[in-house]
């Protein structure tokens, strides 16, 4: 079990481009932390800066108070002590399933009595007892994931690291290795970084995410936090598929021009109270709109409320279904429960609720500024024998069999 620290991270390519701003995040000891955000957000950069393939620009990365990172310093991949998983499995073709597994402690030097009993202890943990004798192309898909994820914790490693690790499974079996992952990482009180696309993957296992948008923090909390208070616009509409509605907040409740819809105050939450935005009564702003803040009923019968809209998508869900509409220009999500209309169909919409953000509010959030201690650790980080500050691939190695 190990504590990670972010400290005011950079990353910046040859090209200029800053792949991570000023990243600062602090991991518990046994915390399962996922990373989401859109395509070049950052995230499988900040993995790979953490496992030690990519040196950052600007500030540290530290394990256990220990600095492992800075511009002028990187400690070896194989040196710090991490497991890792990728969304391949990379077996070795030629090896068993229990070879595969073995292979860290192989090169660590461990007894083969020891190593035996350990290999099968992993494939128990990871429900392939008796497996062990199997060649990669004998198992399925998933239970060669399995065997990745038991050689990459066989050798108890202060972090494991997973970048997109369950995608390549189909829906069933990821559902299942979900649980099995959350179930296992408690019970051995391991610290895991988990790098996903999947926002329910995401929201199901992690204690909780990190939200990044082109490089830098956008919001940090746990699952009922960032689903229920997104800090900004931007989050609501990754995570909720929400829509942004320009307009005014007032004492009587939002209003959209654009739409002509009004929405009353009650019905109106804020990420966090603004006591200027109170005091005036009045505030321009977005009203972030989730699918479940959206009302849709049939367009027929004398009590249909809301205005008109044109159904564009029509999802089937087992418990609500998914359904995109145009009103008046804007692209809508809403929800159905009972009836599910047809692309083409037109249907009443109405806004009952949203979360408001004043205009300017959308700022990302930081982990903290480094305090003192954090500050001695970065200025006497060993020299960079380089010393030109430059983001380094770090040769990759043998990742997979690191100590």
């Known amino acids: 079990m190990s504590s990670v620290r972010f400290d005011a991270v950079d990353v910046v390519f040859d090209d200029g481009h800053r792949a991570l701003d000023s990243v600062s995040l602090e991991i518990a000891d046994g915390e399962i932390i996922a990373l989401v955000g859109p395509s070049g957000s950052g995230k499988t950069t900040l993995l790979r800066s953490l496992a030690g393939f990519l040196r950052p620009s600007g500030g540290t990365i530290s394990i256990d108070g220990q600095v492992l990172s800075s511009p002028r310093h990187s400690t070896a991949v194989e040196q710090r002590g991490l497991g890792m998983v990728f969304q391949q499995h990379a077996l070795w073709p030629h090896m068993k399933a229990a070879e595969n597994i073995g292979y860290p402690l192989r090169l660590a030097g461990v007894r083969r009595a020891e190593r035996r009993a350990r290999v099968e202890e992993s494939l128990e943990m990871v429900g392939l007892a008796g497996m062990g004798g199997r060649r990669p192309d004998q198992l399925s898909g998933g239970q060669r994931q399995r065997v990745a994820l038991a050689r990459a914790i066989i050798h108890q490693p202060r972090v494991l690291l997973l970048d997109e690790a369950l995608s390549a499974l189909d829906e069933p079996l990821r559902a299942s290795l979900r649980a099995q992952l959350q179930s296992m990482s408690k019970r051995l009180g391991l610290t895991v970084v988990h790098v996903t696309h999947d926002r329910a993957e995401a929201l199901a296992v992690a204690d909780r995410i990190v939200v990044l948008d082109h490089g830098r923090v956008q919001q940090i909390g746990g699952p009922e936090e960032v689903m229920e208070r997104p800090a ?3 989050v609501a509409q ?25 929405v009353p105050r009650q019905r109106i939450s804020r990420p966090q109270r603004d006591s200027e935005t109170e005091a005036a009564g009045a505030c321009v702003g977005e009203l972030a709109v989730a699918p479940h803040h959206v009302l849709l009923s049939p367009a027929e019968g004398d009590e249909a409320r809301g205005a ?7 999802l089937y869900g087992r418990h609500v279904h998914e359904v995109e509409v145009s009103w008046a220009g804007r692209r809508l999500r809403g929800e159905t429960v009972g009836w599910r209309p047809a692309p083409g169909d037109r249907v009443r919409a109405e806004v009952i609720g949203g979360v408001f953000y004043p205009a300017g509010s959308g ?12 500050q001695r650790d970065h200025d006497q980080a060993p020299e960079d024998p380089q010393g030109d500050g430059e983001p380094v691939e770090v040769p990759l190695g043998d990742a997979r069999g690191s100590q």
């Open 232 to 234: 900004s616009g931007f």
């Open 308 to 314: 008109e809209a044109d159904v564009v998508s029509s």
């Open 238 to 262: 990754f995570l909720q598929d929400a829509a942004l509605l320009g307009g005014e907040l007032h004492s009587e409740g939002f209003r959209c021009e654009q739409l002509g819809l009004e």
């Open 363 to 374: 700022e990302e959030v930081s982990g903290g500024d480094l305090d003192e201690q954090s």
